[in-house]
């Protein structure tokens, strides 16, 4: 971080609002290999919120972390189906607040023309309540440039963005 730059990095703002909510996320990430729990844990007492991390990289992982054989059959690993199922499935496994999971092509080979290289997936899934109908999940789709460390490096930083608007909303 620079120093001059007055704004704490996105993991740290993003711990103190699950601290202050007293919110729990785990992840589950594909591209991302595990970049997304690394940030989190970069931030001290990150215990106090973060649950665990799955690397679901493989079709294998994703089954046997709920996704279903028929989402990877008819949208492939990288959709929204997916992404949605792997959200869901790491909130509820861990038993967390929140679940966020990533699905993407890093490249630098494996694109095509409607999912290109940089291409990827986010999902937030929220646990609300039981019986206030408040659960609800998100994913967005994104597209980034660069090398393969690169791409993966945005996807993992737009994944907490997205879970820090999403928590915003329910807060």
């Known amino acids: 971080m620079d120093d001059s730059d007055p704004d704490p990095p996105t993991e740290q703002s993003l711990g103190d609002a699950l601290r202050d909510a007293g919110h729990t996320v785990a992840t589950a990430e594909s ?8 940030l ?3 931030v001290p007492g990150a215990s106090a919120y973060f649950d665990r991390s799955y690397v679901t990289y493989s079709y294998d992982a ?5 996704v279903s ?3 990877l059959d008819e949208h492939g690993a990288v959709s929204e189906p997916v992404a949605r199922q792997m959200a869901r499935g790491v ?3 861990a038993g967390t607040t929140w679940g966020v999971a990533t699905t993407g092509i890093a490249g630098p ?15 937030a899934a929220y646990a609300g309540d039981w019986g206030t109908a408040t659960s609800a999940t998100t994913v967005v789709r994104r597209e980034f440039d660069g090398d393969r460390q690169a791409v993966k490096a945005q996807i993992a ?3 907490l963005t ?7 909303k329910v807060t």
């Open 62 to 66: 994703k089954l046997d972390h709920g």
């Open 162 to 168: 997205v879970l820090a608007a999403e928590l915003e």
């Open 40 to 42: 989190l844990t970069d």
């Open 91 to 93: 909130r509820d496994q």
């Open 109 to 123: 080979d494996g694109g095509t023309p409607e999912k290109p290289v940089g291409t990827a997936y986010i999902g």
């Open 157 to 159: 930083r737009a994944a």
């Open 31 to 38: 591209c991302t290999g595990g970049l997304i729990g690394s």
């Open 69 to 71: 054989r028929e989402h």
